[in-house]
């Protein structure tokens, strides 16, 4: 999936843009968010070193690749490793299925042996210890963090393993993973870019990256992404390209969540548009300046132990106080859409608060923290309107999206009703033009549904939804 990073330049120049580098106060915080379970790490290739008989070290993709190589009469380059050295073989390979298959079987090998031998990498098995990260996810296609949680973690079980695959069904966490108790055991482990053990997709090349991310983007694994959006993320070792880091954290922050980035990635930091870019689209992300993606893991390692080993959680920044949300109020109109549309989910909303109609929108309005589905449920119990906003995204995703289930709670609301409850706008072209098929409840269609384009609401829709939440007003 990789290109070979360029050499680091140093050297400071008049107005460059610099990155900002992990100083004390960042460790603290870290930790102390880490002890509240607050923190995903994002693992790489780059932590997928082990130790040689001549006392060396080599890396894992490396070995893999090499013996794919070998079988095959291929030759690569020396110096190649991570997602680099399998790049390069699957593009002397000529790509397809057959050499995803070589891969599966060689990793599977690799593998075997390095658990026979103990010679699991050290930075999997530290951070495997690390107790108080219940999810960990894994941009790598072996299954050595498997092994590592199962020999660091004996008393929570067996670890929980998802894999996502582009179109597969049941990519998503359950719900209540992790769970929100503090005292919990648990090891869940979630292989974003597939698993070459699991017999199906995996990324071993840039089409294959490409793929993944669009694959999640479009299958909208909501309670993974709304994790990723709202945690504090740790990337170690990623070795991600500058164009697909960006394409990734876009991903991962698809609301921009407050929360900052901490990379222990010395191939990312190598280039240096990243982290110009970073600077100004996150300017509080930090990067670890001081080593290799291992050895921030030693460290990382000591501070947690040293935190642990002093039993209270260390102080972090005291919380703004925040009032009890008031239940949903009448006349409160409900925004039922897919995550991919929030962009015009948000245009809407912005529309109506101009004209004074209050919206329940449950990227906002339920606080970090409550029960999610419970909260949605109440918002469509106790709202006036209830609003799905209907596009090309619902349409190819109707087989296991949430907003089927608000949907569904809504229809069956409506049906004790004798008045107007739903009221379904299109925000593009491709969704109206299939308003007769299958694909849509029969409740949703009405002869003169809105086209909101992108979210953009028109007067007359404004003025039809005044009056009717006038109507209600008076009814009452």
């Given at each position: 999936?990789?290109?070979?990073?360029?050499?680091?330049?140093?050297?400071?120049k008049?107005?460059?843009?610099?990155?900002?580098?992990?100083?004390?106060?960042?460790?603290?915080g870290?930790?102390?968010?880490?002890?509240?379970?607050?923190?995903?790490?994002?693992?790489?290739?780059?932590?997928?070193?082990?130790?040689?008989?001549?006392?060396?070290?080599?890396?894992?993709?490396?070995?893999?690749?090499?013996e794919?190589?070998?079988?095959?009469?291929?030759?690569?380059?020396?110096?190649?490793?991570?997602?680099?050295?399998?790049?390069?073989?699957?593009?002397?390979?000529?790509?397809?299925?057959?050499?995803?298959?070589d891969?599966?079987?060689?990793?599977?090998?690799?593998?075997?042996?390095?658990?026979?031998?103990?010679?699991?990498?050290?930075?999997?098995?530290?951070?495997?210890?690390?107790?108080d990260?219940?999810?960990?996810?894994?941009?790598?296609?072996?299954?050595?963090m498997?092994?590592?949680?199962?020999?660091?973690?004996?008393?929570?079980?067996?670890?929980?393993?998802?894999?996502?695959?582009?179109?597969?069904?049941?990519?998503?966490?359950?719900?209540?993973?992790p769970?929100?108790?503090?005292?919990?055991?648990?090891?869940?482990?979630y292989?974003?870019?597939?698993?070459?053990?699991?017999?199906?997709?995996?990324?071993?090349?840039?089409?294959?990256?490409?793929?993944?991310?669009?694959?999640?983007?479009?299958?909208?694994?909501?309670?993974?992404?709304?994790?990723?959006?709202?945690?504090?993320?740790l990337?170690?070792?990623?070795?991600?390209?500058?164009?697909?880091?960006?394409?990734?954290?876009?991903?991962?922050?698809?609301?921009?969540?407050?929360?900052r980035?901490?990379?222990?990635?010395?191939?990312?930091?190598?280039?240096?548009?990243?982290?110009?870019?970073?600077?100004?689209?996150?300017?509080?992300?930090?990067?670890?300046?001081?080593?290799?993606?291992?050895?921030?893991?030693?460290?990382?390692?000591?501070?947690?132990?040293?935190?642990?080993?002093?039993?209270?959680?260390?102080?972090?920044?005291?919380?703004?106080?925040?009032?009890?949300?008031?239940?949903?109020?009448?006349?409160?109109?409900?925004?039922?859409?897919?995550?991919?549309?929030?962009?015009?989910?948000?245009?809407?909303?912005?529309?109506?608060?101009?004209?004074?109609?209050?919206?329940?929108?449950?990227?906002?309005?339920?606080?970090?923290?409550?029960?999610?589905?419970?909260?949605?449920?109440?918002?469509?119990?106790?709202?006036?309107?209830?609003?799905?906003?209907?596009?090309?995204?619902?349409?190819?995703?109707?087989g296991?999206?949430?907003?089927?289930?608000?949907?569904?709670?809504?229809?069956?609301?409506?049906?004790?009703?004798?008045?107007?409850?739903?009221?379904?706008?299109?925000?593009?072209?491709?969704?109206?033009?299939?308003?007769?098929?299958?694909?849509?409840?029969?409740?949703?269609?009405?002869?003169?549904?809105?086209?909101?384009?992108?979210?953009?609401?028109?007067?007359?829709?404004?003025?039809?939804?005044?009056?009717?939440?006038?109507?209600?007003?008076?009814?009452?």
């Amino acid at each position: 999936m990789l290109r070979q990073a360029p050499v680091m330049d140093t050297t400071e120049k008049p107005g460059a843009l610099v990155h900002r580098q992990m100083k004390e106060l960042d460790w603290n915080g870290l930790i102390s968010q880490i002890r509240r379970r607050k923190v995903i790490p994002i693992l790489g290739p780059g932590l997928l070193r082990v130790e040689q008989e001549d006392g060396g070290e080599t890396d894992v993709y490396a070995l893999i690749a090499a013996e794919v190589a070998s079988a095959r009469g291929l030759e690569l380059k020396a110096d190649a490793r991570g997602f680099q050295a399998i790049d390069a073989l699957a593009r002397a390979s000529g790509g397809g299925l057959a050499v995803h298959a070589d891969i599966q079987a060689a990793a599977e090998e690799v593998v075997k042996r390095l658990v026979r031998d103990k010679a699991l990498p050290e930075a999997l098995l530290l951070l495997a210890a690390i107790k108080d990260f219940p999810l960990i996810v894994s941009t790598t296609f072996d299954s050595l963090m498997l092994h590592a949680l199962r020999q660091q973690r004996p008393e929570a079980g067996e670890p929980v393993v998802k894999v996502y695959s582009p179109k597969a069904v049941g990519c998503d966490l359950e719900p209540g993973q992790p769970s929100p108790d503090a005292e919990a055991q648990e090891a869940i482990l979630y292989q974003l870019f597939g698993s070459a053990e699991k017999g199906g997709h995996f990324v071993i090349g840039e089409n294959d990256a490409i793929n993944f991310v669009y694959g999640l983007h479009r299958d909208d694994p909501q309670r993974l992404l709304g994790l990723l959006d709202t945690r504090r993320l740790l990337l170690i070792g990623c070795e991600f390209p500058d164009w697909f880091a960006r394409f990734f954290l876009r991903l991962a922050r698809n609301g921009n969540g407050s929360e900052r980035e901490i990379f222990a990635d010395p191939f990312l930091l190598a280039q240096g548009h990243f982290p110009a870019f970073l600077s100004i689209y996150r300017s509080q992300s930090c990067f670890w300046c001081e080593g290799s993606p291992a050895a921030f893991v030693k460290e990382l390692h000591r501070r947690w132990s040293e935190s642990e080993a002093a039993g209270a959680l260390p102080p972090e920044r005291p919380a703004r106080v925040s009032l009890p949300r008031p239940e949903p109020q009448r006349g409160e109109v409900f925004l039922s859409y897919s995550r991919t549309d929030l962009m015009a989910v948000k245009r809407l909303k912005s529309c109506l608060d101009q004209e004074g109609i209050a919206t329940w929108f449950d990227f906002q309005a339920i606080p970090h923290g409550d029960p999610w589905r419970e909260e949605i449920e109440r918002g469509i119990d106790h709202c006036s309107l209830f609003v799905p906003l209907l596009s090309a995204s619902t349409l190819q995703r109707m087989g296991e999206a949430v907003f089927v289930r608000e949907w569904n709670r809504a229809i069956d609301r409506a049906g004790g009703m004798r008045r107007k409850f739903i009221v379904p706008v299109f925000i593009d072209e491709n969704a109206a033009a299939h308003l007769d098929s299958k694909l849509f409840p029969k409740e949703f269609k009405e002869p003169d549904i809105a086209l909101l384009k992108d979210g953009q609401a028109t007067p007359k829709f404004i003025e039809d939804l005044k009056s009717t939440l006038s109507s209600l007003s008076s009814a009452s």
